[in-house]
């Protein structure tokens, strides 16, 4: 293993490279960091000084992509412009302002077309920035808590370095990744920042045991997160034999473990284990998942796959949206035409559920938003991307109730829909029928 300091371990990037990391708490902000300052160092000279190297040897033009991420975000700041471009796979919190002003963009798509895109080459790699745990005695290291599509970038990238931390728990499957394939380490040792969860409201706790009534037992369970998932969790004790098969998992999949109700006994594919391509979560939750053989950890390319969703029985997706119309279009990654998050896995798992022999394909939110606005809507607001569309709608739920629009007419579709929206929007929505 070669070891190198940050500011040396990001030498190697070069202007107009494109360069990709791990989502969440698998970013490792000590390389993100020392690139930035490079840039700073390079760019924020006086010209004619000492220092100052020649434009074309600067750094410049390089474009980062990435899926959620939170905390550390400086590569997208005005001062950057021309350094950095960001195009990300999902848009976070920490990135969403600069998304929506045009300094930084999106690339839409289904999360599990990601490794193909790199793959394929529609998506340039060069450089890839990592966050390992200590090394195996068969040197191996593991990405722990993010997969994501990082073997297919490893794979492709001419650059690739480690950010070594102790703190990152040791998880199997498509997590591990031979020394050998890594070029260069640096050791940083920062605890992950944990995610503690928000308390239920009402509204959440409702529209948790909406979505518990519709999960059989032996159900695999997709979940995403946020509260909706947590109170669907919190609402499954007395089920039997559920299993796991998700994009990620977090802290309220614990207890379910724990008291046998999530054992992965009825799932065909990975029987026995917690499938995952992220986590997300506490100290107890990294706690959890380090060094155990239950949990597998997989590229996005396998857990979001339709078909290998859909292999096993009774499968349960369970997604969000920011608005749906009368007629089942369910919009979940933007406000009109500015971008708030994704598409995510929404139709990877919608469709692995519709196709999963006695699946169950939901879409959970409250009926209207914080400010008392109407998430049922006669038609979707002008530009928000359509991630579900209406062919493949089934089950909506909000806090009022639950509905199956399958087989449906527009019509009967419009009138199920508005049975459970929010009473202060059902006469507006009765008269644009």
């Excluded at 394909?361 to 409250?366: F, S």
């Amino acid at each position: 293993m070669k070891f190198l300091t940050a500011d040396e371990a990001v030498l190697p990037v070069r202007p107009g490279d494109h360069l990709h990391w791990p989502c969440v708490s698998g970013a490792p902000e000590c390389l993100i960091e020392a690139l930035v300052c490079r840039a700073d160092r390079e760019n924020g000279c006086v010209a004619g000084g000492a220092a100052c190297l020649p434009n074309e040897e600067r750094l410049h033009d390089v474009t980062i992509s990435h899926f959620y991420t939170e905390g550390y975000a400086d590569y997208t700041l005005p001062k950057y412009k021309g350094v950095f471009q960001l195009d990300s796979f999902f848009v976070g919190g920490n990135v969403r302002e600069a998304t929506q002003s045009g300094r930084a963009d999106y690339i839409p798509c289904s999360l599990s077309e990601t490794p193909r895109m790199i793959k394929s080459g529609a998506v340039r790699c060069d450089v890839v920035f990592l966050m390992v745990s200590e090394p195996d005695s068969e040197g191996f290291v593991s990405l722990g808590t993010s997969v994501d599509y990082m073997p297919e970038a490893i794979d492709k990238a001419r650059y690739v370095v480690a950010q070594v931390n102790k703190y990152v728990p040791y998880t199997y499957g498509d997590a591990r990744i031979p020394v050998s394939k890594i070029d260069a380490f640096v050791r940083c040792d920062v605890p992950l920042k944990p995610a503690a969860p928000s308390p239920l409201s009402e509204t959440d706790i409702a529209i948790g045991k909406h979505c518990a009534a519709l999960i059989p037992d032996g159900a695999t369970l997709q979940i995403g997160i946020g509260n909706i998932p947590t109170a669907v969790l919190s609402q499954l004790e007395g089920h039997k034999n559920l299993g796991v098969h998700s994009e990620m998992f977090s802290d309220s999949v614990i207890p379910l473990v724990e008291k046998g109700v999530i054992n992965g006994s009825c799932k065909k594919t990975d029987p026995g284990k917690l499938t995952a391509m992220f986590l997300k979560g506490s100290q107890q939750l990294y706690n959890f998942v380090d060094h155990n053989d239950a949990v597998l950890m997989k590229d996005v390319g396998y857990t979001n796959n339709p078909a290998v969703i859909a292999s096993n029985p009774r499968v349960v997706a369970l997604n969000s949206a920011i608005q749906i119309d009368l007629s089942g279009q369910v919009c979940s990654d933007s406000m009109g035409t500015r971008i708030f998050s994704g598409s995510g896995g929404q139709l990877d798992f919608i469709l692995g559920a519709t196709y999963s022999d006695g699946g169950v394909p939901i879409i959970a939110m409250p009926s209207i938003t914080s400010k008392g606005v109407s998430k049922i809507v006669p038609t979707l607001t002008p530009g928000a991307g359509v991630v579900t569309p209406r062919t493949l709608t089934q089950w909506v739920v909000t806090e009022q109730g639950a509905v199956n629009l399958y087989g449906l007419s527009l019509r009967q579709r419009a009138e199920a829909l508005i049975s459970i929206a929010h009473p202060s929007a059902r006469e507006s929505l009765r008269r644009s029928i």
